[in-house]
C-alpha cells in the first residue's frame, strides 16, 4: 500500500476527495510557493489547481484585464493588439473562464437553494461569426443575481421552457413573482415547468398543478416603424396587489419591468 503523498506504480490514484466541494480538505500548505494540501490523500497541489489560471505562463493581472475587455463587448483584437498576444490564447483564455464560471454557477446558484422573490426573464438578439441567434436569460430582481441563459436560432417554446428549467433548478421555492415580456412563450413553459405534485393518497400518477404562489406579470409592447410607442402591463396570474407586494418584498425595488435586463444584456454584450 503506498504511503499518502507517494506516486503508485502507473501514475497516481485519484484523490478519493475529488470533485466534493465545500468540505474543507484542502489547506494552505507553502504561501511562498502557493501550493495547498490535501487533507484526504497528502498531496499538495498548486493554488491555482481548478481555476483559470492554472498553469498560465502570464501574470494574473494581465488575464484578468484581457478578459474584462472582452466581458464588455471588445472584439477578440482589442485583447491582443494592445498586450502582443496570440489569438488562440486569448481565446483559450475565454474558453477556460467561461467552463469555470459555468461550473461555479452549477455549484453555487443551480442547487435549489435561491430564495428568488422576483423573477425578470426577456430575450434578445446575439451577433456570432457569420451567425445571429436570441439569447434567452433571466434574473432574481432583488439580488440581481444571474440565474442563466440558453442560446437558440429560433425564438420559440423550446428556448423559453430551457430558460425556464433552469430558474426552477436554482430556486428553493415556486411562490414568487414572473415579470416577463409579451411572448406567450413564457406562460406556457412557466406553467409546464413550475408544477408540483399534488399526493392524495390515491394510486397512480399524482397530478401536477401549478403552485399558488406563482405570480406572472407581461410587460407587453407596441411598436410602430420599429420603433416602441407605447408599453401596458398585464396581469397573467395572480392578482395585481398580490404583484404589487411581491415587487417590494425584496429591497424595496418596485421596477418590475423584463426590460430592464435587456438593457443590462446590451452593456455585456456589446
Not at 99 to 122: E, K, R
Request: overall charge positive.
Amino acid at each position: 500500500m503506498p504511503q499518502p503523498g507517494l506516486r503508485p506504480a502507473g501514475g497516481p490514484r485519484p484523490c478519493p476527495a475529488r470533485g466534493q466541494a465545500g468540505r474543507g480538505t484542502v489547506r494552505v500548505h507553502s504561501q511562498q510557493e502557493r501550493r495547498d494540501l490535501c487533507s484526504v490523500c497528502g498531496r499538495t497541489c498548486a493554488a491555482t489547481t481548478g481555476t483559470p489560471f492554472f498553469r498560465l505562463q502570464r501574470p494574473t493581472g494581465l488575464v484578468l484585464v484581457v478578459l474584462n475587455r472582452l466581458r464588455w463587448g471588445c472584439p477578440m483584437q482589442a485583447g491582443v493588439h494592445p498586450f502582443l498576444l496570440d489569438e488562440r490564447t486569448v481565446a483559450a483564455w475565454l474558453q477556460r473562464a467561461g467552463q469555470h464560471c459555468q461550473q461555479v454557477h452549477q455549484h453555487l446558484v443551480q442547487q435549489g437553494q435561491v430564495d428568488l422573490q422576483q423573477v425578470q426573464a426577456d430575450e434578445l438578439w446575439v451577433k456570432l461569426v457569420g451567425q445571429r441567434v436570441w439569447q434567452a436569460m433571466a434574473m432574481a430582481a432583488p439580488s440581481r443575481l444571474w440565474l442563466g441563459g440558453v442560446l437558440s436560432p429560433q425564438r420559440d417554446t423550446a428556448l423559453i421552457t430551457a430558460l425556464v428549467q433552469q430558474v426552477r433548478v436554482g430556486a428553493s421555492s415556486v411562490a414568487m413573482l414572473v415579470c416577463v415580456a409579451g411572448l406567450a412563450s413564457y406562460v406556457t413553459a412557466f406553467r409546464r415547468v413550475v408544477r408540483e405534485p399534488v399526493r392524495a393518497g390515491r394510486r397512480g400518477r399524482p397530478p401536477l398543478l401549478v403552485e399558488p404562489g406563482l405570480l406572472m406579470g407581461q410587460v407587453v409592447k407596441r411598436s410602430a416603424q420599429r420603433r416602441v410607442i407605447s408599453t401596458s402591463q398585464r396581469v397573467v396570474r395572480g392578482t395585481a396587489e398580490a404583484g404589487d407586494r411581491g415587487r417590494t418584498g425584496g429591497d424595496g425595488d418596485r421596477d418590475g419591468h423584463p426590460h430592464r435586463l435587456h438593457r443590462a444584456a446590451h452593456c455585456s454584450v456589446g
